[in-house]
C-alpha cells in the first residue's frame, strides 16, 4: 500500500482507485443543522450501501471547507455532496477525486450516473 501511495497522489492527498481504495465513495454532507441535508443525505447513504456500494458518510458538525480538505487528503474515487444550493434544485454535486471534475446530478439519477461511472473509473 505504501508503494501504491507513494506512485498515486497529488498536493492534496491520496488518489485511490476503485480496486484498493479502503470505500467507492465519500458522502459529504454539508451543514448538518439543516434536516433536510441530514434526511436527503442519510437516505442516499442507505440507497448506496443497499445497491452494495461501500460509503464514507462524513456527517460531522465541521465547516464545509474541513470536509472537503479531508476528502481529498483520504483520496476516494468519488466524493458526493449534498448541500442547501444544489439540494434546492433536488440535485447534488458529483466529484471524481483523481480528474477534479465536478457535475451536478439529480438526486433520482445517481445510482444510474454512478453505475456509469465505474465503468470508467
Same mark, same amino acid.
Given at each position: ?5 507513494e506512485?498515486?497522489h497529488?498536493? *492534496? ?5 476503485k480496486?484498493l481504495a479502503?470505500f467507492?465513495i465519500?458522502l +459529504?454532507?454539508?451543514n448538518m *443543522?439543516?434536516?433536510? +441535508?441530514?434526511?436527503?443525505?442519510e *437516505? ?10 461501500e460509503v464514507?458518510?462524513d456527517?460531522r458538525d465541521?465547516?464545509a471547507g474541513?470536509?472537503?480538505?479531508d476528502?481529498?487528503?483520504l483520496?476516494?474515487?468519488v466524493?458526493i455532496?449534498i ?5 434546492k434544485?433536488n *440535485?447534488?454535486?458529483v ?8 457535475f451536478?446530478?439529480e438526486?433520482s439519477?445517481?445510482v444510474?450516473k454512478?453505475?456509469?461511472l465505474?465503468q470508467?473509473?
Open positions: 500500500m505504501a508503494c501504491y501511495v506512485q498515486n497529488d498536493d *492534496k492527498g491520496i488518489i485511490w482507485n480496486v479502503p467507492d465519500h +459529504i454532507a454539508l *443543522k439543516n434536516e433536510n +441535508i441530514v434526511s436527503t443525505s *437516505k442516499i447513504y442507505n440507497d448506496l450501501k443497499n445497491f452494495g456500494y464514507l458518510f456527517d465541521a465547516a474541513f470536509k472537503f480538505n476528502a481529498d487528503l483520496g476516494m474515487p466524493q455532496v448541500g442547501e444550493k444544489k439540494l434544485d *440535485k447534488c454535486e466529484k471524481i477525486r483523481k480528474t477534479g471534475a465536478r451536478d446530478v438526486l439519477d445517481l444510474p454512478l453505475k456509469d465505474s470508467t473509473l
